[in-house]
């Protein structure tokens, strides 16, 4: 079991950046892959950007492709989300999570149901 918890999420203008990391920690959570997903008001929980436990592949939702960023850092056990030209719709809780190293290989990166370890979430807000 992988413990996550974000945070850097904030209010910030429409066309403004922000960036927000998640700590993990237990039993070799360097060897998940790492995702990030998003939640608004009256809306599913979606897929936002996803890592392999490498770092050395990335997945991105169409949405956010091009204006999103995700990296890791193994030796300190945390991924960043980079968000950059931000939109009033990126408004939503921002939820970290980890799935085992498998789901690349299972092809399952983008999908919410394999990521069985969630942070509580960080809320980000875009006004326009």
């Known amino acids: 079991q992988v413990q996550l918890r974000e945070s850097g999420g904030g209010l910030v203008q429409a066309g403004g950046s922000l960036r927000v990391s998640c700590a993990a920690s237990g039993r070799a959570a360097r060897t998940y892959a790492m995702g990030w997903f998003r939640q608004a008001p009256g809306k599913e929980r979606e897929f936002v950007a996803a890592i392999s436990w490498s770092g050395g592949s990335t997945y991105y939702a169409d949405s956010v492709k091009g204006r999103f960023t995700m990296s890791r850092d193994n030796a300190k056990n945390t991924v960043y989300l980079q968000m950059n030209s931000l939109k009033p719709e990126d408004t939503a809780v921002y939820y970290c999570?980890?799935?085992?190293?498998?789901?690349?290989?299972?092809?399952?990166?983008?999908?919410?149901?394999?990521?069985?370890?969630w942070g509580q979430g960080t809320q980000v807000t875009v006004s326009s």
């Open positions: 999570a980890a799935t085992p190293s498998t789901a690349q290989a299972m092809g399952v990166m983008t999908e919410v149901d394999p990521f069985g370890s």
